[in-house]
């Protein structure tokens, strides 16, 4: 069976591909012109198209002649790219997808779509956890693209009939990118994130300045592990997937017939503390261990019963297995996935 994987340069895309292939697709990748890590790509030994996915063109023509389209490409806010190249790439590409396939002399058989957990606006100060039936109202333009690509599958499936599932991600991580986790930069990256382009502060316009002088304090001490709550001490929760679980996940919505039409969130385990894993990245790197208090909480997340009940998905992965990996990765020893 011919299979496209946009984005198969990804921390998903490549350990999606080496999987699928052992399972006896017929790959064939898309990545984008000057791709830091076509290498990795090049290395797993299928048919690579070099072309920008956002040229409907090129996306169409890569879509020509596949049996499933498992669409990993995206593209995230960074740099000083315009928020139109993430409606371009995330969006219009995935109808440029869509056509190339109704264009196709091959009927699909599938095209899975991977979007985000923050279409549910996961920025919430109190406890939730989202079912895939939530009312979804992004708050950022990159989980708005995602929405918008729901969509469109969902009405290319309703037009035209073509077999489409959804998939919720939620922060994947590979095993080289695990032991690096909950550093001052990183969490001042998402603040800073947050509050850029004169953006509404989701935690609280009142709690800006604290949490910037919180911020500027514990950057003096950059290898720091951050275990963080809130101000009555509640633990903000990490809501973190291994690559792996994704992985397993998205092969079980592709290969079942029930998840036609469907969408799942497509988590990892349940949340872990940011103490427990601060606690646990500070025995296995030695890297000091600050408690944080800021003045607002972080934790939403996502359910995967649906996934569990309809696909028999099983994430495997805790943050302690995480860890282990991410260990063994560091002293040499073979694993069974690809770095990003």
Not at 48 to 72: K, S
Not at 166 to 193: C, D, Q, T
Not at 237 to 249: A, P, Q
Not at 250 to 255: N, S
Request: aromatic share 8%.
């Amino acid at each position: 069976m011919k299979a496209l994987i946009t984005g198969i340069s990804g921390r998903v895309g490549a350990n999606l591909a080496r999987q699928m292939k052992g399972r006896g697709y017929d790959i064939r990748g898309l990545v984008m012109p000057d791709d830091p890590q076509a290498g990795k790509a090049a290395r797993l030994g299928v048919e690579l198209i070099e072309a920008d996915i956002a040229d409907a063109d090129a996306a169409r023509a890569a879509a020509a002649g596949v049996d499933v389209i498992v669409h990993q490409g995206a593209q995230i806010p960074q740099g000083t790219d315009p928020a139109e190249r993430m409606l371009d790439v995330n969006t219009r590409a995935t109808m440029s997808l869509l056509e190339g396939a109704l264009a196709s002399g091959a009927p699909l058989k599938r095209f899975v779509l991977a979007s985000t957990y923050q279409t549910y606006n996961p920025f919430v100060t109190s406890p939730v956890s989202f079912e895939e039936a939530s009312p979804q109202k992004p708050i950022d333009i990159y989980a708005l693209t995602k929405l918008l690509s729901e969509e469109i599958c969902l009405c290319y499936m309703r037009e035209y009939g073509l077999p489409v599932t959804i998939l919720r991600y939620s922060s994947i991580k590979a095993v080289n990118e695990v032991l690096g986790m909950l550093h001052p930069a990183w969490l001042n990256y998402f603040i800073e994130m947050t509050l850029s382009r004169n953006r509404i502060p989701w935690f609280g316009a009142e709690h800006v300045e604290e949490t910037k002088a919180i911020m500027s304090e514990l950057l003096a001490t950059p290898d720091a592990v951050c275990a963080v709550s809130d101000a009555d001490g509640r633990p903000w929760e990490l809501v973190v997937t291994d690559v792996r679980d994704v992985v397993d996940g998205t092969i079980l919505a592709l290969e079942s017939e029930r998840a036609i039409g469907e969408a799942f969130n497509m988590t990892g385990p349940p949340p872990v503390t940011y103490a427990r894993a601060a606690r646990l990245l500070a025995d296995a790197t030695g890297r000091p261990y600050r408690e944080v208090s800021m003045p607002f909480w972080r934790g939403a997340k996502a359910t995967t019963d649906k996934a569990r009940a309809t696909l028999g998905y099983d994430p495997q992965y805790s943050f302690d297995k995480m860890v282990q990996t991410a260990l063994a990765y560091q002293r040499g020893e073979p694993i069974d996935q690809i770095p990003n």
